[in-house]
């Protein structure tokens, strides 16, 4: 099966079992840091711009002709209109820079937005302005022009520090990774850089130190905090033989981990480029707010000229008419619409990866309001998903308990499966020798069948039975929680295994909340009718489907959509790949670091119902930011455009360009700090 990714990567086949050594992502926490200097670069080159324009604008305001009359003084003295001049030219060349640059690749991309509105608006108050200089009968626009730049270069330094701050969560994430790994040699212990840790090399992770690189415990023990990678605020223990994630922190105890692959492959560099790329992406409001945003720069064009031409044509001064277009122009750049956006989208997506929500498709991620049906699988996602042996019944002569779980271990060894888990931790505890296997067939949905020691072993659901006609004893009964498999040696049966599942705690109080939200849970599932009843009946859900193979449950969700419900989709991401892409929102859990190729829009790092729950109602608070920060942004244009353009100039009511300019940094200022009041509600 072939999994087409969002972006523009190989499609990544979905083995049975994911081989990370293979998977290749070039973002490598290096990277993410490289781009962070250049944004911080950018801010103190606006706060420099910022400091220099406040300086000459004090001395330009004195020497402004217009402000002298409004303080009745007269401060004019010879060739005080050229010192005027020249301050205000370094104002415009120096302080306008990062605007005119911007006007001029918004031309050149064909594509003009609010750098070339700005660039417009600041380019003819100076030309203007020079000209009276020059002998032009008016009056010039020096302070105006200096007063613009310098809320212009103020607005861009304060936004700036906002996405600054929406993109930190992703520079966490990126800090988490140590730049330094103690490295094991055969005589000593060498400390390394950590990108230079290849698959099979050992490292020392003292106490409190960070897992520099994916891997699997060597020898001791510890507890680690891997809160910052999956949310779980519970340390977790680990000993050998368990698999440890870079960036989490380790507890009281030193280890050694064998690293699994290269830095550039790990859970972390993932999970960075994942945040990274869902970023960049652009969902549907996004793209709905671009073209607001294009709309507002061919209205402020317009709207300037036709300002422009309505007050000159109908008597008024060339400066009053200039300041009226220029005045139009900068209220109406889109800025804040162009940033309402992307910042919630920078601050949502590293806050949902810091609390083990990964997002993979933006869309999916906002349509999570719009979901009526959440279907979930039981296997490890309301279920703990860790099967034990609860009753071994022999129905054959001269079979055990113990011979019964040697055979069956024997067919299960090669499975992932949770009830071969289960079957073979039972062989360990009873410390069972287990015997090899020939000609291994897996039979889809049904079970295993295989030769041991000469013999034809099946180990089946009992829906085998049924279909070939295969009768249970009278006295068989199994508990309703339980979930039962059968030994058949050379097509007789010969002993059952049940095996029990516990629902997980946090379960029912998910299906509530998603209850209070009008939300219906329903249980899709490959076990039998009666352990499905037991658990939706135990968690109050309102439906199940019971004894559904992987590619039926394709078409339960088609179902469900037939009927007009918005469905997601919860399962372990392998065998429920073909469900979770068909799902109008599908979300993979317990994937850990299988991330990279799986067919969810969304993956959930810890298989907690809860975070499912916490995965919707962060959506529905996502799209409510965007939405208030889009009417913000458009409906301060529409009150604040006819007062720039003179509409209430009769009645004494006229907007300054600079207060123009103010109106659009307060405007700008409010969405990014509406932004970054985003939350998830654990």
Same mark, same amino acid.
């Given at each position: 099966?072939?999994?087409?990714?969002?972006?523009?990567?190989?499609?990544?086949?979905?083995?049975?079992?994911?081989?990370?050594?293979?998977?290749?992502?070039?973002?490598?926490?290096?990277?993410?840091?490289?781009?962070?200097?250049?944004?911080?670069?950018?801010?103190?080159?606006?706060?420099?711009?910022?400091?220099?324009?406040?300086?000459?604008?004090?001395?330009?305001?004195?020497?402004?002709?217009?402000?002298?009359?409004?303080?009745?003084?007269?401060?004019?003295?010879?060739?005080?209109?050229?010192?005027?001049?020249?301050?205000?030219?370094?104002?415009?060349?120096?302080? #306008?820079?990062?605007?005119?640059?911007?006007?001029?690749?918004?031309?050149?991309?064909?594509?003009?937005?609010?750098?070339?509105?700005?660039?417009?608006?600041?380019?003819?108050?100076?030309?203007?302005?020079?000209?009276?200089?020059?002998?032009?009968?008016?009056?010039?626009?020096?302070?105006?022009?200096?007063?613009?730049?310098?809320?212009?270069?103020?607005?861009?330094?304060?936004?700036?520090?906002?996405?600054?701050?929406?993109?930190?969560?992703?520079?966490?994430?990126?800090?988490?990774?140590?730049?330094?790994?103690?490295?094991?040699?055969?005589?000593?212990?060498?400390? =390394?850089?950590?990108?230079?840790?290849?698959?099979?090399?050992?490292?020392?992770?003292?106490?409190?130190?960070?897992?520099?690189?994916?891997?699997?415990?060597?020898?001791?023990?510890?507890?680690?905090?891997?809160?910052?990678?999956?949310?779980?605020?519970?340390? /977790?223990?680990?000993?050998?033989?368990?698999?440890?994630?870079? #960036?989490?922190?380790?507890?009281?105890?030193?280890?050694?981990?064998? /690293?699994?692959?290269?830095?550039?492959?790990?859970?972390?560099?993932?999970?960075?480029?994942?945040?990274?790329?869902?970023?960049?992406?652009?969902?549907?409001?996004?793209?709905?707010?671009?073209?607001?945003?294009?709309?507002?720069?061919?209205?402020?064009?317009?709207?300037?000229?036709?300002?422009?031409?309505?007050?000159?044509?109908?008597?008024?001064?060339?400066?009053?008419?200039?300041?009226?277009? /220029?005045?139009?122009?900068?209220?109406?750049?889109?800025?804040?619409?162009?940033?309402?956006?992307?910042?919630?989208?920078?601050?949502?997506?590293?806050?949902?990866?810091?609390?083990?929500?990964?997002?993979?498709?933006?869309?999916?991620?906002?349509?999570?309001?719009?979901?009526?049906?959440?279907?979930?699988?039981?296997?490890?996602?309301?279920?703990?998903?860790?099967?034990?042996?609860?009753?071994?019944?022999?129905?054959?002569?001269?079979?055990?308990?113990?011979?019964?779980?040697?055979?069956?271990?024997?067919?299960?060894?090669?499975?992932?499966?949770?009830?071969?888990?289960?079957?073979?931790?039972?062989?360990?505890?009873?410390?069972?020798?287990?015997?090899?296997?020939?000609?291994?067939?897996?039979?889809?949905?049904?079970?295993?069948?295989?030769? =041991?020691?000469?013999?034809?072993?099946?180990?089946?659901?009992?829906?085998?039975?049924?279909?070939?006609?295969?009768?249970?004893?009278?006295?068989?009964?199994?508990?309703?929680?339980?979930?039962?498999?059968?030994?058949?040696?050379?097509?007789?049966?010969?002993?059952?295994?049940?095996?029990?599942?516990?629902?997980?705690?946090?379960?029912?109080?998910?299906?509530?909340?998603?209850?209070?939200?009008?939300?219906?849970?329903?249980?899709?599932?490959?076990?039998?009718?009666?352990?499905?009843?037991?658990?939706?009946?135990?968690?109050?859900?309102?439906?199940?489907?019971?004894?559904?193979?992987?590619?039926?449950?394709?078409?339960?969700?088609?179902?469900?959509?037939?009927?007009?419900?918005?469905?997601?989709?919860?399962?372990?991401?392998?065998?429920?790949?073909?469900?979770?892409?068909?799902?109008?929102?599908?979300?993979?859990?317990?994937?850990?670091?299988?991330?990279?190729?799986?067919?969810?829009?969304?993956?959930?790092?810890?298989?907690?119902?809860?975070?499912?729950?916490?995965?919707?109602?962060?959506?529905?608070?996502?799209?409510?930011?965007?939405?208030?920060?889009?009417?913000?942004?458009?409906?301060?244009?529409?009150?604040?455009?006819?007062?720039?353009?003179?509409?209430?100039?009769?009645?004494?009511?006229?907007?300054?360009?600079?207060?123009?300019?103010?109106?659009?940094?307060?405007?700008?200022? /409010?969405?990014?700090?509406?932004?970054?009041?985003?939350?998830?509600?654990?």
């Amino acid at each position: 099966m072939t999994v087409k990714t969002k972006h523009a990567e190989p499609a990544v086949a979905v083995p049975e079992k994911m081989d990370h050594s293979k998977m290749q992502h070039g973002n490598s926490p290096k990277m993410g840091m490289e781009g962070h200097n250049h944004h911080a670069m950018m801010i103190a080159d606006f706060k420099k711009r910022f400091y220099v324009v406040l300086f000459l604008t004090i001395p330009i305001m004195l020497l402004s002709p217009m402000i002298q009359q409004f303080m009745q003084v007269n401060w004019q003295f010879t060739g005080s209109n050229y010192i005027l001049f020249a301050l205000s030219s370094v104002v415009f060349f120096y302080g #306008g820079l990062p605007f005119l640059k911007g006007w001029v690749q918004e031309v050149k991309a064909k594509n003009p937005g609010m750098m070339f509105l700005i660039g417009f608006a600041i380019t003819v108050s100076y030309a203007y302005s020079v000209a009276v200089v020059f002998g032009l009968q008016g009056m010039d626009f020096f302070w105006e022009l200096s007063t613009l730049i310098l809320i212009m270069l103020l607005g861009h330094w304060i936004e700036m520090k906002s996405i600054a701050g929406a993109s930190r969560e992703l520079e966490l994430l990126v800090k988490l990774m140590p730049a330094e790994a103690h490295m094991v040699m055969p005589d000593m212990v060498h400390d =390394v850089k950590t990108d230079t840790l290849n698959a099979n090399d050992i490292i020392l992770v003292k106490p409190g130190e960070k897992v520099a690189a994916d891997g699997i415990i060597l020898e001791g023990e510890s507890y680690l905090n891997e809160s910052m990678l999956t949310g779980e605020s519970k340390p /977790v223990q680990k000993t050998k033989g368990d698999k440890v994630i870079a #960036g989490s922190i380790n507890g009281n105890g030193s280890i050694k981990v064998t /690293v699994s692959h290269a830095a550039k492959d790990s859970y972390l560099s993932q999970v960075i480029k994942l945040v990274d790329d869902a970023q960049k992406s652009k969902s549907k409001t996004q793209l709905l707010a671009d073209t607001a945003a294009k709309w507002l720069t061919v209205i402020a064009i317009v709207s300037g000229i036709g300002t422009f031409l309505y007050w000159y044509l109908t008597g008024q001064t060339l400066a009053f008419a200039m300041e009226r277009m /220029v005045t139009v122009i900068v209220i109406c750049c889109p800025h804040a619409l162009g940033l309402a956006v992307p910042l919630v989208v920078a601050k949502s997506t590293a806050l949902s990866a810091q609390n083990g929500l990964l997002i993979k498709n933006r869309t999916a991620f906002e349509n999570a309001r719009k979901i009526t049906t959440m279907v979930f699988d039981k296997t490890g996602t309301l279920t703990v998903g860790k099967f034990e042996v609860s009753n071994i019944v022999p129905l054959s002569k001269g079979l055990d308990e113990n011979e019964i779980i040697r055979l069956s271990a024997a067919l299960e060894q090669a499975s992932e499966h949770p009830i071969a888990t289960g079957i073979l931790q039972k062989a360990k505890d009873l410390k069972i020798t287990i015997p090899s296997t020939e000609n291994f067939q897996a039979i889809t949905g049904k079970g295993v069948e295989a030769t =041991v020691e000469g013999k034809r072993i099946l180990v089946v659901s009992p829906g085998y039975l049924s279909e070939n006609k295969i009768a249970l004893p009278k006295d068989f009964a199994a508990n309703d929680t339980e979930t039962v498999v059968f030994l058949l040696i050379d097509k007789e049966l010969a002993g059952f295994i049940a095996l029990s599942d516990e629902i997980r705690p946090e379960s029912a109080e998910a299906i509530k909340t998603l209850k209070e939200n009008g939300i219906k849970s329903i249980l899709l599932t490959g076990d039998n009718a009666k352990v499905a009843k037991s658990v939706s009946g135990t968690l109050g859900m309102d439906s199940f489907i019971a004894e559904v193979l992987p590619h039926q449950k394709l078409e339960k969700i088609k179902e469900l959509q037939r009927k007009g419900e918005f469905v997601a989709m919860t399962g372990d991401g392998v065998n429920d790949a073909p469900a979770l892409a068909i799902a109008d929102v599908g979300i993979a859990v317990g994937s850990g670091s299988d991330i990279a190729a799986e067919t969810a829009g969304i993956v959930l790092v810890n298989s907690n119902p809860k975070d499912i729950v916490s995965l919707i109602l962060f959506g529905k608070a996502t799209y409510r930011k965007m939405i208030q920060n889009l009417i913000w942004a458009t409906g301060y244009n529409i009150i604040a455009l006819p007062l720039a353009a003179g509409v209430f100039y009769k009645q004494g009511i006229l907007l300054s360009p600079a207060a123009g300019a103010v109106l659009m940094t307060v405007s700008t200022v /409010v969405v990014a700090i509406n932004a970054s009041m985003l939350k998830v509600k654990k």
